[in-house]
């Protein structure tokens, strides 16, 4: 084959690349608050006020912040980013599966499809791992302060950003090639060469755009964390999952051999379809 093939791997966030939520580990003890406590009242305030769920937790985060002084400028958002925890072998990961797309003549991107906050992802040490963060975020104002939501990512408008991978329309803002018909053999990543991996059912609708059209969904799962596994192993159930793998991004482990095994699939894929063209 002449050139690399396009591959894809869309990543969600919390529970899949890091135990838990972002907005847990420096954002919202600075509310002095427990972190059930907070979601608690975001469920109430998105029924109080008939509001999705994703616009609800971004509000009480701006209005907590400013009842406790809690400074929320984009740096700010940086800083709380650096302090997330991330799991086993998730920094290596990325530079490691590269390396090996390489070898096998295939060229690996990462993205992010998330309902957390992008300003957080690009303050932790893999930020710069991604072609693409495709996350809520804020709005700023003259002072550099989070006013408004700029973009919020539910578990359904998760899929566009599928859509935004597969034709190459990485601009949130740019609605004209996102919406102009592409014939599938000129676009950037077929959703055959796409890998989604998540962690729950907000993970659903992206897992089963994936999986229709040819491509793979790992529901990945907290080792230790009671029900972890059950619930991976019901989406595998379900048909929304490829397979289920621990979120141990280490070398070796059930991630890694899954991930490398579907990278030699479309490679062997690319093969046949080449063969099958030279007998035309």
Same mark, same amino acid.
């Given at each position: 084959?002449?050139?690399?093939?396009?591959?894809?791997?869309?990543?969600?966030?919390?529970?899949?690349?890091?135990?838990?939520?972002? #907005?847990?580990?420096?954002?919202?003890?600075?509310?002095?608050?427990?972190?059930?406590d907070?979601?608690?009242?975001?469920?109430?305030y998105?029924?109080e006020?008939?509001?999705? #769920?994703i616009?609800?937790?971004?509000?009480l985060?701006?209005?907590?912040?400013? #009842?406790?002084?809690?400074?929320?400028r984009?740096?700010?958002?940086?800083?709380?980013?650096?302090?997330?925890?991330?799991?086993?072998?998730?920094?290596?990961?990325?530079?490691?599966?590269?390396?090996?797309?390489?070898?096998?003549?295939?060229?690996?991107?990462?993205?992010?499809?998330?309902?957390?906050?992008?300003?957080?992802?690009?303050?932790?040490?893999?930020?710069?791992?991604?072609?693409?963060?495709?996350?809520?975020?804020?709005?700023?104002?003259?002072?550099?302060?989070?006013s408004?939501?700029a973009?919020?990512?539910?578990?359904?408008? @998760?899929?566009?950003?599928?859509?935004?991978?597969?034709?190459?329309?990485?601009?949130?803002?740019?609605?004209?090639?996102?919406?102009?018909?592409?014939?599938?053999e000129?676009?950037?990543?077929?959703?055959?060469?796409?890998?989604?991996?998540?962690?729950?059912?907000?993970?659903?609708?992206?897992?089963?755009?994936?999986t229709?059209?040819?491509?793979?969904?790992?529901?990945?799962?907290?080792?230790?964390?009671?029900?972890?596994?059950?619930?991976?192993?019901?989406?595998?159930?379900?048909?929304?999952?490829?397979?289920?793998?621990?979120?141990?991004?280490?070398?070796?482990?059930?991630?890694?051999?899954?991930? @490398?095994?579907?990278?030699?699939?479309?490679?062997?894929?690319a093969?046949l @379809?080449?063969?099958?063209q @030279? #007998?035309?």
């Amino acid at each position: 084959m002449s050139k690399s093939i396009p591959m894809a791997i869309a990543y969600d966030f919390d529970g899949t690349l890091s135990p838990g939520n972002m #907005q847990e580990y420096d954002f919202i003890p600075r509310l002095k608050v427990a972190s059930r406590d907070f979601w608690a009242e975001v469920d109430a305030y998105a029924r109080e006020h008939d509001a999705d #769920q994703i616009l609800a937790y971004m509000g009480l985060m701006l209005k907590k912040a400013k #009842q406790n002084e809690v400074p929320v400028r984009r740096e700010d958002f940086h800083a709380f980013g650096a302090g997330i925890e991330l799991f086993e072998g998730v920094e290596g990961w990325f530079e490691r599966i590269n390396a090996y797309g390489r070898e096998k003549g295939v060229k690996v991107s990462h993205y992010i499809v998330s309902s957390g906050l992008r300003e957080m992802i690009r303050g932790t040490v893999i930020a710069e791992c991604f072609d693409a963060i495709f996350a809520s975020g804020f709005m700023y104002d003259h002072h550099g302060i989070a006013s408004w939501p700029a973009l919020a990512v539910n578990y359904t408008t @998760k899929t566009q950003y599928l859509y935004r991978i597969n034709k190459g329309s990485l601009e949130v803002y740019d609605h004209s090639l996102i919406n102009k018909r592409v014939s599938p053999e000129d676009r950037d990543v077929p959703f055959s060469n796409m890998v989604f991996i998540g962690d729950g059912e907000t993970d659903i609708p992206c897992m089963r755009v994936v999986t229709s059209m040819g491509g793979h969904a790992i529901a990945a799962y907290t080792p230790g964390k009671r029900g972890a596994r059950s619930r991976a192993a019901s989406l595998l159930a379900d048909g929304r999952a490829t397979l289920i793998a621990p979120a141990d991004y280490t070398e070796g482990s059930r991630m890694d051999g899954s991930v @490398k095994a579907m990278i030699d699939k479309v490679v062997g894929n690319a093969s046949l @379809k080449e063969l099958a063209q @030279k #007998q035309v």
